[in-house]
Nanobody, 114 residues
Framework: EVQLVESGGGLVQPGGSLRLSCATS????????MHWVRQAPGKGLEWVST???????WYADSVKGRFTISRSNAKSTLYLQLNSVKTEDTAMYYC????????RGQGTQVTVSS
């Protein structure tokens, strides 16, 4: 059974930092590109970042230079470091193992507010 479990979200002030994690099981993590997507209240899913099996990364323009995606193949875990967060980063954050973002976890809430 495929499992993706996000954690690390919370309330953070503008300009602050958070590190999200996505623990996975049930598939060969090391061979898969992995994605972070987010959904703000009342909006659709928004792609945030992707990392392929070789460690190459891509970012949405809205987070480039502030967020860093990484992975630990030894731990089958995906990470997203959020720095210099803004109020517009408030959303539910999901990790996903497919390019349509259908196979994703339950999400972790990030709220940016003073």
């Amino acid at each position: 059974e495929v499992q993706l479990v996000e954690s690390g979200g919370g309330l953070v002030q503008p300009g602050g930092s958070l590190r999200l994690s996505c623990a996975t099981s049930g598939f060969i993590f090391s061979t898969r590109p992995m994605h972070w997507v987010r959904q703000a209240p009342g909006k659709g899913l928004e792609w945030v970042s992707t990392i392929n099996s070789g460690g190459t990364t891509w970012y949405a323009d809205s987070v480039k230079g502030r967020f860093t995606i990484s992975r630990s193949n030894a731990k089958s875990t995906l990470y997203l470091q959020l720095n210099s967060v803004k109020t517009e980063d408030t959303a539910m954050y999901y990790c996903a193992k497919d390019s349509q973002y259908v196979e994703r976890g339950q999400g972790t809430q990030v709220t940016v507010s003073s």
